[in-house]
């Protein structure tokens, strides 16, 4: 059984770094790519990218130039920073893992809780 | 990017009733990758099915997922009380995306 809790800021102003950290319980983590998907009432659900143990990543290409994910083997945490927020990025953030092992085309069988950023001036 | 267009927007139907939910690319999903969520209010969305036809672990067979090319379909064969909730289909055989969701009320 593979548990995902996550943290991080919830209020941020125009301008600022998205922070969220999420943390993987069980003993899969470097079998799978681990993703970040975001939902807000605007634009639905949206992939933001993914990452690997090994800190490969892909991400969404609408987001890449803001994107930075990475990855603590030792804590088996995984992190995401998007930097330059607007109004457009408040949303409903969750990190979720992959459903099938090592590859990268993948629905994603569990999921964090997820945290609700804000942002606003 | 492929655009996945989910309908009808909401089905109002009752217990015990047959549901049948549409899912529709802008191209053809590969390798019929494409999946299905169920979403309640506050909670994450949980997946039902993945590869167009599998079932997830744990997930009732009442859920029923079909479908290949550009055109795929969840259905659940008898409404229980649980079920009345959003759907989403999630395609990964190009990037990933949404649909932009069933919503499933009780009439």
């Known amino acids: 059984q593979v548990q995902l809790q996550q943290w991080g800021a919830g209020l941020l102003k125009p301008s600022e770094t998205l922070s969220l950290t999420c943390a993987v319980y069980g003993d899969s983590f470097s079998h799978y790519f681990w993703s970040w998907i975001r939902q807000s009432p605007g634009k639905g659900l949206e992939w933001i990218g993914e990452?690997?143990?090994?800190?490969?990543?892909n991400y969404n290409p609408s987001l890449k130039s803001r994107v930075t994910m990475s990855v603590d083997t030792s804590k088996h945490q995984l992190s995401l920073r998007l930097n330059s927020v607007t109004a457009a990025d408040t949303a409903v953030y969750y990190c979720a893992k992959a459903t099938k092992k090592w590859i990268l085309r993948n629905s994603y069988d569990y999921w964090g809780q997820g945290t609700l950023v804000t942002v606003s001036s | 990017e492929i655009v996945l267009t989910q309908s009808p927007g909401t089905l109002s139907l009752s217990p015990g009733e047959r549901a049948t939910l549409s899912c529709r690319a802008s191209q053809t999903v590969s390798s019929n990758f494409l999946a299905w969520y169920q979403q309640k209010p506050g909670q994450a969305p949980r997946l039902l099915i993945y590869?167009?036809?599998n079932r997830a672990t744990g997930i009732p067979d009442r859920f029923t997922g079909s479908g290949s090319g550009t055109d795929f379909t969840l259905t659940i064969s008898r409404l229980e009380p649980e079920d009345f909730a959003v759907y989403y289909c999630q395609q990964y055989g190009l990037s990933r995306t949404f649909g932009q969701g069933t919503r499933v009320d009780i009439k």
């Open positions: 990452i690997n143990h090994g800190g490969s990543t």
């Open positions: 590869d167009a036809s």
